[in-house]
């Protein structure tokens, strides 16, 4: 089994930066992509930024240039660093990892507010 604990969530002004951290526990040898979605009221949770096991990285065309995503493979850990928030950014944000199948995190609130 595996588990994921997120944080780093929280409310910031608009061009703010937050930085999310998701770590990963239990039954792993190693992990293939690891990612972020977010989803927010009344929409289709989507994908926003992962990251392959060699570094190779895909962003949401709504992220590029603001959002970097990065991992730590010996620490199970993936983050996403967040910057020029908007108040469109504002979502729960979702970890997913690969381990033989699909793991997702508990979600992590970022509102964008003033």
């Known amino acids: 089994q595996v588990q994921l604990v997120e944080s780093g969530g929280g409310l910031v002004q608009p061009g703010g930066s937050l930085r999310l951290s998701c770590a990963a526990s239990?039954?792993?040898?190693?992990?293939?992509?690891m990612g972020w979605y977010r989803q927010a009221p009344g929409n289709q949770r989507e994908l926003v930024a992962r990251i392959t096991s060699g570094g190779r990285t895909e962003y949401a065309d709504s992220v590029k240039g603001r959002f970097t995503i990065s991992r730590d493979n010996a620490k199970n850990t993936v983050h996403l660093q967040m910057n020029s928030l908007k108040p469109d950014d504002t979502a729960v944000y979702y970890c997913n990892i690969w381990v033989g199948r699909y793991y997702w995190g508990q979600g992590t609130q970022v509102t964008v507010s003033s």
């Open positions: 239990g039954s792993i040898i190693s992990i293939n992509d």
